[in-house]
């Protein structure tokens, strides 16, 4: 049986490798939640703003793969924000004539 000292290594070895490879695809992984955040928001906002639909009917709207976007519904600001955790925000906001229309980045 393996002793406490060589179970700690080999768990700071898997950790250690883990935000090796978190570090490897970063860019790929935000770009991901950027892009989701961007769909979420401006899809949930057209639901909502556009169609005239209740937020919890927009969230089903929801593609596969879109478990970690969360949405907020902003009805003063007749807006909606999308957020992947840590990773992404963005804002999708109703403006009458033009629809929904995504926020610059900043």
Do not use: N, Q
């Amino acid at each position: 049986m393996p002793g406490r000292r060589t179970i700690i290594y080999l768990a700071l070895m898997v950790l250690v490798s883990l935000l090796v490879a978190l570090g490897w695809h970063w860019k790929s992984l935000s770009a991901r939640a950027e892009l989701g955040a961007a769909y979420g928001a401006r899809l949930t906002c057209s639901c909502r703003y556009v169609e005239g639909r209740a937020m919890g009917s927009c969230a089903d709207d929801k593609e596969p793969g879109m478990a970690l976007v969360t949405l907020t519904d902003r009805p003063d600001d007749r807006a909606v924000d999308a957020s992947v955790p840590l990773i992404a925000t963005r804002t999708a906001r109703f403006r009458p004539g033009w629809g929904c229309l995504l926020d610059p980045v900043e």
